[in-house]
C-alpha cells in the first residue's frame, strides 16, 4: 500500500515540475516578445524625430511640393496617434509609402541632392527603416515561436489556465521579404 | 538538421579543447627546452605558467590582438554611418547585443568578426567593401558575420588565431635557440646532433597538430552554415551571393595586414592564391563559386 503512495507522490511532483516549467518557458517567451517590441518602438521612435527635419530640408530646396509635405506630415501624426500593433503597424505602412515619394521628389532637385546635411539624413532614415524591417522580423519570427507553443498540447492547458493570449503579428502590405529555404546535404 | 544551439555547444568544447591542447604543447616544449638546458621540471613549471597565462590573454585580449593586428579602427558613427546602421539592424534582426563596429584601412573587399562571445564581439569591415558593395551587398555580409557571432564561432576562431600565431613564434624561437647553439648540451659534442635530431622530431610532430587546428576552425561547412544562416537573417541570399560575386571580380584580393594566422576568419581568402595540392589542402576557404552557387540555389 504505501509504495503506491510513494509512486502518485513521485507523479504528482513530476507533473507539478513540469507545470512550473511549461509557464516560465511561457513567461520566458512572452518577455521577448516584448522586448522585440519594444525595440521596433525605438526604431519608429527614431524614424518620427528625424522626419521634422528631413522635411525642413527638403523644403529649402523644393518649396512648391506641398502636397508631398502635408502628406508626410499627416503620416507622422497617425504615427503619434497609433496605439496597438495592429494601429501601429498601419500607420508605419503610410509613412514608409510616404516618405518614399518624398525621396522620389528629392530625385528632381541635384541641389538638394548634393546637401550634405540631406544626404545625412537620408542615410539615417534608409537605415531606420532597414532596421524597423529587421525588428519587424525579429518581433514576427518571436511571435510566431510563442504563438505555436500555446496552441500545441499539452502546452495549450497551462496557457489557458494563466491567461497566456495569442499576440498579434506586426504586418506589412507586400514589402516583406520572403523567408528563404535552406538545406543541407 | 544541427539547430543553433547543438553549434554553439560544439564551438564551446572545441575551444576547451583547443585550449586544452595548447597548454598541453606549450608544457612538452617547456620540458624540452628545460631538458636540453638540464633543468626539466623549472623548464615545465615556466612553460605551464605561460600557457595558462596565454590561455588567459587569449580569451580576454585575443580579440583586440586580432583586431590591432589587423589594422583596425574604430568606425567613426558620422563617417561610416553606412556600416553601423547596418550592423545595428543585423543585431537587432538576430536578437543579440551589438557588436563593436571596426573598419580596416584597405583597397580589397573582405571582412571578419571576432570575439569570445555575442556580448564581447567585434566586426570589421574593409573600406573597399564599404565603398564598392551597396547596401543589400554590404546586409549579405554583415549577415555571415552576424551569424558567426551568434553561434560562437568568433570564439573557436579567435582562439585558433592566436594560438597559431603563438605556436609558430614559439617553434620559431627553439629554431633560433638552438641555431646560436648556447645551451649546455653543446659541451657534450655529440649530443649537439641528437639535440638537432630532437628539434626536428618535435617540429615535425607539432606542424600536423597546428595544420589539424587550422583545418578546425576553417572546416568549410562552417563558411556555408555562415552563408547559409546569414541569408536566413537578411532574407536575401542574393546580396551576399552577388558580394562575393564582386570579390570574385575584383582586382585587389589581398589585404595586406591579414596572415596564415588570421587568414582563416575572413569571409573570403586574403592572401594570395598559391598553387599545389599541399596549398589547397590547406584552403582556409570553401571555392567561391560553390559558395556562390549554393546562395543562388537558396
Given amino acids: ?185 | 538538421m544541427q539547430t543553433v544551439y547543438d553549434r554553439i555547444s560544439a564551438n564551446k568544447a572545441t575551444s576547451l579543447v583547443l585550449v586544452f591542447l595548447f597548454v598541453l604543447i606549450v608544457s612538452a616544449l617547456g620540458l624540452f627546452m628545460g631538458y636540453i638546458m638540464g633543468l626539466p621540471w623549472f623548464g615545465l613549471v615556466i612553460a605551464l605558467v605561460i600557457g595558462v597565462a596565454m590561455a588567459i590573454f587569449t580569451f580576454t585580449e585575443g580579440d583586440s590582438a586580432v583586431l590591432s593586428l589587423s589594422k583596425a579602427r574604430l568606425a567613426d558613427k558620422k563617417e561610416h554611418a553606412f556600416l553601423i546602421n547596418t550592423v545595428e539592424g543585423l543585431s537587432i534582426a538576430s536578437g543579440i547585443p551589438m557588436p563593436k563596429v571596426y573598419v580596416i584601412e584597405e583597397n580589397s573587399i573582405n571582412a571578419f568578426a571576432t570575439g569570445r562571445d555575442p556580448k564581447h564581439a567585434s566586426i570589421a569591415v574593409t573600406t573597399g567593401a564599404l565603398k564598392k558593395l551597396n547596401r543589400v551587398e554590404l546586409e549579405g555580409v554583415i549577415g555571415h558575420e552576424m551569424s558567426h557571432v551568434k553561434n560562437y564561432d568568433i570564439r573557436m576562431m579567435m582562439i585558433v588565431a592566436v594560438l597559431v600565431g603563438v605556436t609558430a613564434l614559439l617553434s620559431d624561437m627553439i629554431f633560433r635557440m638552438f641555431r646560436h647553439g648556447n645551451f649546455r648540451s653543446r659541451d657534450k659534442g655529440g649530443a649537439v646532433l641528437l639535440v638537432i635530431l630532437l628539434v626536428g622530431i618535435i617540429l615535425a610532430i607539432l606542424s600536423p597538430i597546428i595544420a589539424q587546428m587550422i583545418r578546425f576552425a576553417i572546416s568549410r561547412k562552417r563558411e556555408y552554415l555562415a552563408d547559409a544562416d546569414g541569408a536566413l537573417l537578411t532574407r536575401h541570399p542574393k546580396g551576399l551571393a552577388d558580394a562575393l560575386e564582386k570579390i570574385k571580380n575584383d582586382d585587389d584580393k589581398i589585404v595586406d595586414a591579414a596572415n596564415k594566422a588570421t587568414a582563416h576568419l575572413y569571409i573570403e581568402n586574403p592572401l594570395r592564391k598559391q598553387g599545389g595540392w599541399l596549398n589547397r589542402m590547406f584552403d582556409t576557404h570553401p571555392p567561391i563559386d560553390e559558395r556562390i552557387k549554393a546562395l543562388r540555389a537558396m
Fill in chain 1, 1 to 185: 500500500m504505501e509504495i503506491w503512495l510513494i509512486v502518485l507522490l513521485v507523479l504528482i511532483g513530476i507533473f507539478g515540475l513540469w507545470i512550473v516549467m511549461a509557464y516560465n518557458r511561457l513567461v520566458d517567451l512572452r518577455t521577448k516578445i516584448e522586448n522585440a517590441w519594444s525595440q521596433i518602438d525605438v526604431q519608429l521612435k527614431r524614424r518620427y524625430d528625424l522626419i521634422p527635419n528631413l522635411v525642413e530640408t527638403v523644403k529649402g530646396y523644393a518649396r512648391h511640393e506641398q502636397k508631398v509635405f502635408t502628406d508626410v506630415t499627416n503620416a507622422r501624426a497617425s504615427m503619434a496617434s497609433a496605439k496597438t500593433v495592429q494601429e501601429k503597424a498601419k500607420a508605419d505602412n503610410m509613412l514608409a509609402g510616404t516618405l518614399k515619394s518624398l525621396f522620389a521628389v528629392a530625385e528632381a532637385y541635384p541641389d538638394l541632392k548634393a546637401n550634405e546635411n540631406f544626404r545625412m539624413l537620408q542615410e539615417e532614415l534608409s537605415g531606420t527603416e532597414s532596421k524597423i524591417a529587421y525588428s519587424r522580423q525579429f518581433y514576427n519570427d518571436n511571435v510566431m515561436v510563442y504563438n505555436t507553443k500555446i496552441q500545441q498540447f499539452p502546452t495549450n492547458v497551462i496557457a489557458g489556465m494563466f491567461n497566456f493570449t495569442q499576440k498579434e503579428f506586426f504586418k506589412t502590405e507586400g514589402t516583406e521579404r520572403e523567408n528563404v529555404k535552406v538545406s543541407f546535404e
